[in-house]
Structures are given as C-alpha cells and as structure tokens.
C-alpha cells in the first residue's frame, strides 16, 4: 500500500462514527431491535458490537505499534452478542464509546512513521497479519455493518407491508 493508499484509509478510518450515526438517522426507532432471522443480529445489536470491536481493535492497534511480532486476542463475537446481552446495552452508551475509542485510535495512527505499518502480530485465527491489514479491516468495518442495517431495514419494511 502507497502512503497515499494508507492516508486515504486512515482518513475513511476517521470518518466510521459519522458515517454510522448518518446511517443510523435513517433507520426507524421501532425496528431496531427486529432480526431477520435467529441467527442475524438486530441494528440494536449491530451497534454494540461495533463498540466492543473497536475496544478490540484499539488494544491491537496498540500491539501493533507497541509490541510487535507479538498475539492480538481473538473474541468470538456471536458468544459476545448472546452473553453479554446486547439487547440490554445502551445504544448510545456504544456509540459514545465507539466514537472515542476511534477518535483517541485515529490520533494516534495519523502521524505513524512509515516503518511502523511494517509490523505484523499473530492473530490466533488468521496468522501473521501486517499492521496495513489491521488498517484495511478496521476502516472498512463500519461500513460492512451499515450494508448489513439497511439489509434488516429492507426485511422489516417488507414484514410491514406483508401484514398491512
């Protein structure tokens, strides 16, 4: 990845809050906790996850940078969701997390020396990966989950219609 390239994706990486409180202005109250299936998650849920992965990726960030060449934590997000009750968390209590944990991330990695994006850790699932493949993941993962809203959005709209 050019400098270029990575300046561009830690500018995007900035912009994840914004764009997922924009998303979510679109989306009605009442179905945020609809799932179009037992084994998808809710818009409700969604935005709690997207806290506890940015507390994840802020502490592998800091691996990354601080300790390379050294194990990032796995977490298996489906038992995260289930057991620490999403549904009972705070939205807004995530998103205010979600927001600081980026902002605090986004200002340390926005100056980051060249060599730095070099560094690998060892994540237990996917291997050796490059602090650039951390970048890539992170900045695009807000965006994942915002395709997957307007997919439940889409679902509960044509649930609505099918019971007019």
């Given at each position: 990845?050019?400098?270029?390239?990575r300046?561009?994706?830690i500018?995007?990486?900035?912009?994840g809050y914004d764009?997922?409180v924009?998303a979510?202005?679109?989306?009605?109250?009442?179905m945020?906790?609809?799932k179009?299936?037992p084994?998808?998650?809710?818009?409700?849920?969604?935005?709690?996850?997207?806290?506890?992965?940015e507390?994840?990726?802020?502490?592998?960030?800091r691996r990354?940078?601080a300790?390379?060449?050294?194990?990032?934590m796995?977490?298996?997000?489906?038992?995260w969701?289930?057991?620490?009750n999403?549904?009972?968390?705070s939205?807004?209590?995530?998103?205010e997390?979600?927001k600081?944990?980026?902002?605090?991330?986004?200002?340390?990695?926005?100056?980051?020396?060249?060599a730095?994006?070099?560094?690998?850790?060892?994540?237990?699932?996917?291997g050796?990966m490059?602090f650039e493949?951390?970048?890539?993941?992170?900045e695009?993962?807000?965006?994942?989950h915002?395709?997957?809203?307007?997919?439940?959005?889409?679902?509960?709209k044509a649930l609505q219609?099918?019971s007019?």
């Amino acid at each position: 990845m050019t400098r270029e390239e990575r300046q561009q994706k830690i500018d995007s990486y900035a912009d994840g809050y914004d764009i997922v409180v924009e998303a979510l202005e679109g989306f009605p109250a009442e179905m945020w906790q609809f799932k179009p299936a037992p084994d998808r998650w809710s818009i409700h849920e969604i935005v709690v996850h997207l806290a506890d992965s940015e507390a994840n990726a802020y502490v592998r960030c800091r691996r990354f940078i601080a300790e390379p060449g050294n194990a990032v934590m796995a977490y298996d997000q489906d038992a995260w969701a289930a057991r620490l009750n999403y549904h009972q968390q705070s939205t807004e209590d995530a998103l205010e997390l979600f927001k600081w944990l980026r902002h605090t991330t986004f200002n340390l990695i926005r100056a980051l020396p060249d060599a730095v994006w070099s560094n690998t850790a060892t994540h237990p699932e996917h291997g050796s990966m490059s602090f650039e493949r951390w970048l890539e993941i992170y900045e695009e993962h807000p965006r994942k989950h915002i395709a997957q809203m307007r997919q439940n959005h889409e679902a509960w709209k044509a649930l609505q219609a099918a019971s007019a």
